[in-house]
Structure formats: structure tokens, C-alpha cells
């Protein structure tokens, strides 16, 4: 797998922020006992897997949308067997716009846009050697 801007691969990096954040904030509380604390106590304890779970969950997937990010913003490119034209290309399809802005001729009276575009696409083509065209 190839990456079209492999320097942004350096933001993975950044998925470990909100765990650093996460592990900070767990340091910061302070635990002060008052007269109501073991009713308290009594409650959280009967939740507190499902709680501890949730904040893991959440915690996972904020550093896994960070990381996917910076996979994306680095462009991954598949080639080879596994890839999208596994080698070479075979054939090109081409859409064309149909609307009136197509038809549409220059003031100078050359041809139709529509046109202009068709030779700009062979002529392309026969640069990249594709033996099928299909509009």
C-alpha cells in the first residue's frame, strides 16, 4: 500500500490525545467524604462496570476517529492484484453532459463543446493506450 502524502501519517500521533486527556483527568479528582457518601457509594457501585465499559468505548472510538482521519488525509493508494484496476486499464467510460450548455458553439463558430470535449478525450487516449473507449 502506497500513500499519497505519507508525511500525514504522522497525525496517527494524534489518536493518543484523548487517551492522554482521558489518563490527566483521572488524576485530577479528589475524593471528600460527607454524610451521604455510602447511599452514594452504594449506587454507583451496581453500575459501575456498565459505566467503566461505556467511557472505554467511547474513549476507543474517539482515538479510532482521529486515527482514521489521518489514514484518510494521507491518501492511501492499492495497486497490484488487490487494487481497483488490478494493472492496467482495460477500458475508460466516460459520462458527457447532454444539456444545452454542451451543444453550445463558441462565438467564433467553432464546433460544439460537446465535440471539443470528444477529441480532448481520445486524444488522451491514445496517449494512455487504453484499447476501449466507452461514452
Not at 501519517?9 to 494524534?14: D, E, M, P, T, V
Not at 487517551?19 to 455510602?38: D, E, P, S
Not at 471539443?116 to 496517449?127: C, G, H, L, N, Q
Amino acid at each position: 500500500m502506497l500513500f499519497l502524502n505519507p508525511l500525514l501519517l504522522w497525525g496517527l500521533l494524534a489518536a493518543g490525545v484523548p487517551i492522554a486527556i482521558h489518563l490527566l483527568n483521572r488524576r485530577r479528582h479528589k475524593t471528600i467524604q460527607w454524610a451521604a457518601m455510602q447511599f452514594l457509594l452504594k449506587a454507583t457501585r451496581e453500575s459501575r462496570g456498565k459505566k467503566k465499559l461505556r467511557h472505554f468505548l467511547i474513549l476507543a472510538c474517539r482515538a479510532l476517529a482521529i486515527a482514521a482521519l489521518a489514514f484518510a488525509a494521507a491518501r492511501p493508494v492499492v495497486s497490484g492484484l488487490i487494487g481497483w484496476g488490478g494493472g492496467s486499464i482495460d477500458t475508460v467510460v466516460l459520462l458527457l453532459d447532454r444539456s444545452a450548455s454542451m451543444e453550445a458553439k463558441p462565438g467564433d463558430g467553432l464546433e460544439a463543446r460537446r465535440q471539443i470535449v470528444i477529441e480532448k478525450v481520445r486524444d488522451a487516449m491514445k496517449s494512455l493506450g487504453s484499447p476501449r473507449l466507452v461514452l
